[in-house]
C-alpha cells in the first residue's frame, strides 16, 4: 500500500505561482514514474506533466514552459512547480504512481 499526499495548493493571482508537493510514504519514486493530473469544474481529469524513475520529464502542452516537475528522491517527494498562472489552471491538482492516487489539492487561480 503506497500513500500520497499533496499539498500547496490554495489560491493564486493570475501571473503568479504556486508550488505542489506530493509525499509518498515509501522510496517509490526511486523505482517508478509518477505524473500529476489536473480535474477542472466539469471536465475529465488530464495528465498535466510526468517523470521518470530516471528523471525524464514531459509536459502537457497547455502547461510547457511554465510548469516544471522534479524530485527529491531523498524525501520521497514530487514538485510541481507552477509559474505565470492563467485562471485555466483552475482545478483539484492529483499526484499518482502506478495505481495510487493521492487525495487531491485545490488549485484556483484567480484574481
Known amino acids: 500500500q503506497v500513500q500520497l499526499v499533496e499539498s500547496g495548493g490554495g489560491l493564486g493571482q493570475p501571473g503568479g505561482s504556486l508550488r505542489l508537493s506530493c509525499a509518498a510514504s515509501?522510496?517509490?519514486?526511486?523505482?517508478?514514474?509518477m505524473g500529476w493530473y489536473r480535474q477542472a469544474p466539469g471536465k475529465q481529469r488530464e495528465l498535466v506533466a510526468s517523470?521518470?524513475?530516471?528523471?525524464?520529464?514531459n509536459y502537457a502542452d497547455s502547461v510547457k514552459g511554465r510548469f516544471t516537475i522534479s524530485k527529491n528522491s531523498a524525501k520521497n517527494t514530487v514538485y510541481l512547480q507552477m509559474n505565470t498562472l492563467k485562471p485555466e489552471d483552475t482545478g483539484v491538482y492529483y499526484c499518482?504512481?502506478?495505481?495510487?492516487w493521492g487525495q487531491g489539492t485545490q488549485v484556483t487561480v484567480s484574481s
Open positions: 499518482k504512481v502506478l495505481r495510487w
Open positions: 517523470i521518470s524513475s530516471g528523471g525524464s520529464t
Open positions: 515509501g522510496s517509490i519514486f526511486r523505482m517508478y514514474g
